[in-house]
């Protein structure tokens, strides 16, 4: 590189030129500074903003100031109970006569291995999904949660709008699988395990004389149908009641499932019998895959709902306790996130 020669007569320019660069160098050196730290702020004060809307589409939830996500591995399955003594069919139309006499959401999870049933009452106030004539959506209306299993044929349209009722009462969380059956399937239930011992709980005088409250007894065929379906005529007729024997019900038949040895079988007469009363969007690979894998899984105490059972204009009507509710549903299905 040649030698560069500075003259005297220059050399003040120069260092004045110099000076200048180096203030602009600052200067450059300042504002980028001063427009990236602008940038950083703008884009956490972003984050701020969008981390919310973020978690809300993940399906978090917020209660005073603290975030709680969805909690994994849950797999649920709800337990329609069809208002219904016929085998299962299709009505023909996009509405039917049939209502979810009982609801009951199984709740499996994997990492505690633990099962947990939410008994749901049939008579529970909300907003119900509702059918047009083309089958498709066409909005909600205000009623009992039975009701939304009268909306479809009666199979498995009716059964998915009544899953989508209970998700939407439940805060939107996800119910991954249905079995719907019809009350006409509990004797033959009852009786394939050998019957279902109790405690009767009410006087069923003059209904069902077999079934004497305070009495110790093995239910069968009928009696078991009467036992958890009867309510009207009874001293106490409400749902809430009925729910109360139906649980009793359930979780001695849990005990009798538990004692059944490796030598149980049931053969293709009686699943062909069954099956007729049962509809399902799980595959026989699936159920007993479920079956299998939940198997040695704890029942938890079952659970229900607080609230008020009160009269309506023509029947029962049930208002869930919305904090308790939802305090609830906090509990089953999520967990706190940092």
């Known amino acids: 590189m040649p030698n560069m020669q500075i003259q005297k007569k220059h ?3 120069i260092l ?3 000076v200048i660069l180096l203030c602009f160098a600052v200067v450059w050196a300042g504002t980028s500074f001063w427009e990236s730290h602008q940038r950083q702020q703008a884009m956490e004060k972003q984050e701020e903003i969008d981390l919310p809307a973020r978690r809300r589409r993940e399906g978090w939830i917020e209660k005073n100031g603290t975030w709680y996500a969805p909690k994994s591995n849950l797999e649920t399955l709800l337990m329609i109970g069809v208002d219904k003594m016929e085998p299962l069919q299709d009505s023909g139309s996009y509405n039917n006569n049939a209502q979810a006499d009982f609801l009951l959401l199984a709740i499996f999870d994997k990492n505690k291995e633990t099962t947990t049933i939410l ?13 047009g004539v083309t089958g498709q959506p066409a909005g909600t209306i205000t009623g009992q949660l039975a009701l939304a299993h009268t909306y479809g044929s009666g199979l498995q349209d009716s059964c998915m709008n009544t899953v989508q009722a209970v998700s ?4 939107g969380i996800k119910i991954d699988h249905y079995v719907g059956m019809t009350m006409g399937a509990v004797p033959y239930i009852n009786d394939l395990i050998g019957g279902v011992p109790v405690t009767v709980l009410d006087d069923f005088s003059g209904i069902d004389d077999s079934l004497v409250k305070g009495e110790e007894i093995t239910l069968k065929g ?15 007729s409400t749902n809430l009641n009925r729910m109360q024997r139906q649980q009793q019900y ?9 004692k059944l040895g490796d030598d149980f079988s049931v053969s293709a007469e009686q699943i062909e019998k069954i099956s007729k009363h049962i509809v399902s969007d799980c595959s026989i690979d699936t159920l007993s895959r479920m079956a299998e894998q939940f198997a040695d ?11 008020e059972a009160q009269k309506g204009e023509k029947y029962m009507e049930f208002y869930p306790d919305q904090d308790a509710l939802e ?10 996130k940092e």
């Open 11 to 13: 050399l003040p320019k």
């Open 16 to 18: 004045v030129l110099v």
């Open 119 to 131: 008994h749901i009452n049939r008579d529970t106030m909300a907003q119900i999904p509702v059918l």
């Open 168 to 171: 939407n009462f439940l805060g």
């Open 222 to 236: 009928e009696q078991a149908l009467h036992y958890v379906r009867i309510r009207k005529d009874l001293e106490d």
């Open 250 to 258: 359930l979780m001695s038949m849990a005990e009798q499932v538990e």
């Open 297 to 307: 899984y704890p029942i938890q105490e079952m659970q229900d709902m607080k609230g």
């Open 327 to 336: 305090k609830q549903i906090q509990e089953l299905f999520y967990e706190v």
